[in-house]
DNA sequence: ATCCCTTCATGAATCGATTCAAATTCCGCG
DNA sequence: CGCGGAATTTGAATCGATTCATGAAGGGAT
């Protein structure tokens, strides 16, 4: 009743429907008298686009949606702010799920996304079960690229890190800091983000003799990053580094070692990954893995619209920066 | 071509298109044989409803959007976390806007959400001017409740934390540490926040004889607390505290402190507003007013859909909770 | 065999914007 | 005055799901 439709203002200017609709969209092929005297009853009727119908007859929506691990974790939005400019001077609109590292959370948002015919998909799999889902979506004409994660032998463009590269360099970084025995600490392991940076890690401690001990946590968070450490603090040979899966465990393990009175870096560093702006700022400014997180956003859109535009003979293109060792207190020499 | 549609569907069972349409929507009113023989084809075709046609028909969608400040801080992801559940269990879809601080931007998501006939809204406005649109939507009788925010003399329904209130509460915190000259630092004037915080602030200094400095700055990000540090540091009288208009800005400040030197808090104390997580975890532990974010969230959802259900004889609410000192090091006896 | 009631299934109408072939108007020019 | 062509406008068809009045089929009871 209340909603005014275009029929309305039709009506309202003395005009046909195809009239008004072309005021809307193609402006200049509307006499310039008819045009005023259209836009007059829009806005005297405060008539506002049905965006379903629209939708529904154009077949698709202009919804470009980005699927996260974690909205509350700086790194994805600083990912997401790097592709929103590019998508918005595209015509699209963004709108951001939150996964929450949660399989069923992520499969309930695809079905939906599905049914509402988005223009296309930034995605950060949970894990490899994702997998079937998001071939399901691209079979729909879907299309997607995959972010922080490489496509594998998947037929979809991907923008990633170089996850094991990064592990190589906080665990390079640790040894030559003298640590003869770490920690590693993050989960859960079906992460490909995780299990890649502890590939990494070990393979450089066997290489250069470092005992390793790993400590698998059921997320990568604060909480986490505290449990770890409750852990760690009862062991009868403590490890004297800590490599955390990113930044947001580092935060919570400095956070539980402080509070416990062990010194950091002197009795045990820490070395997080993303290098989030917080990492800096922390009590012990934090030793990072950087990654290029606006820049990841950015060439994900990018990829989105090439594949968008190029329609069905487009190639797949799969781009990977290298993360990079920032070095801070955390894991300063020891005195 | 590609998309399946309940017409296919209804071929392939051999039923008509009524029959499917039942079958998803009201599966007890169809009988077991043929639900199963719809469903098998459902699965067979790989059929996804088409959410478009359906809110066309609905008139209008199951989404609830939150349209905030700022996404990327934790106060806000917090305040969304709150209110998801209590959306998703009643069947909604969330959707996360960020206006950034930034009245254009607000206005263009508030454009596109009236186009999608949302079923209601969560809002934190950037400032008055944000009024006039917020009365629009309203008026085409999209429920919203303002976050956050007072509702003023404007007919909603609203969840707010006194933030004059929290003003007062830092301000007098500083004065009891002995604090006879105090900076306090935010902006833009314009966000209804931080105008309150400061008004609390100023009454208070007024009243206890605290010499205050204001420093607005553009935003109430990390920035914006380094540069008001760098300012501050060139003037001849400097405040022995700072009250930041958020944790955010409260961090930034920290950081520029401690890299030029200045200790904190002997010989510059700071307190920070929201007490997100990482406040805890700052170099120096960081006092702050605490708003309780999830339940801010929550109640929020709760209006919204109190004055959905409730309909034409809906009164409005409006919910205001006590924020609260947290005392940490950061502001700490000067020694 | 008849009538009534329940249970199921049908298919046309509807939501609102877009599209496009066809119709109409308008002009300049011979 | 009339014609060709450009400039505008029209309105019916379409997208896909939902709704609901109508009808058909099945089952008792008499």
Redesign the interface.
């Known amino acids: 009743m ?2 005014t439709s275009m029929k309305d203002v039709a009506r309202a200017a003395g005009v046909s429907v195809g009239t008004v609709s072309n005021v809307l969209n193609r402006p200049e092929a509307v006499a310039e008298e008819t045009r005023s005297r259209v836009q007059a009853a829009i806005t005297e009727l ?1 008539y ?9 007859r154009a ?1 698709r ?1 202009r919804t470009v949606a980005v699927v996260v691990l974690d ?2 974790n ?1 790194f994805f ?2 990912v ?2 790097g592709a929103e400019p590019l998508i918005e001077s595209a015509g699209g ?1 963004v ?2 799920c939150d996964s929450g590292e949660d399989v069923r959370r992520e499969r309930r948002h695809l079905e ?1 996304l ?4 988005v223009l296309g998909l930034l995605i950060t799999p949970v894990d490899d079960t994702s997998a079937s889902w998001i071939e ?1 979506l691209s ?3 879907i299309p997607l690229v995959l972010v922080d994660r490489g496509a594998g032998r998947h037929p979809h463009c991907s923008v990633a890190v170089d996850d094991v590269h990064g592990g190589r360099l906080a665990a390079r970084h640790l040894a030559d800091r003298g640590h003869a025995r770490i920690a590693f600490v993050g989960g859960p392991a079906s992460i490909p983000q995780v299990a890649d940076r502890l590939a990494g890690c070990r393979e450089v401690c066997e290489e250069r003799g470092v005992a390793l001990e790993v400590f698998t946590t059921a997320g990568l968070n ?1 909480a986490a990053g505290r449990e770890a450490v409750e852990q760690m603090l009862g062991l009868a040979e403590r490890p004297t580094a800590m490599f955390c899966a990113n930044d947001l465990v580092a ?2 393990a ?2 539980a070692l402080t509070m416990h009175g062990v010194k950091v870096p002197q009795e045990c560093a820490i070395i997080g990954y993303d290098d989030i ?2 990492a ?6 934090l030793s990072s893995i950087r990654q290029p997180r606006a820049q990841l956003g950015r060439t994900a859109a990018q990829l989105l619209f090439d594949e968008i535009g190029e329609g069905e003979g487009h190639t797949h293109r799969n781009v990977v920066f290298q993360p990079e060792l920032v070095a801070r207190a955390s894991t300063a020499e020891a005195l």
């Open positions: 209340t909603t405060g506002v686009r049905n965006d379903s119908a629209r939708q529904l077949g929506s909205v509350a700086p939005t600083d997401v702010r609109v709108t951001v939906i599905e049914e509402q015919r399901r079979g729909h004409d604060f935060l919570g400095l956070q702006d917080f800096a700022a922390a009590a012990v400014p």
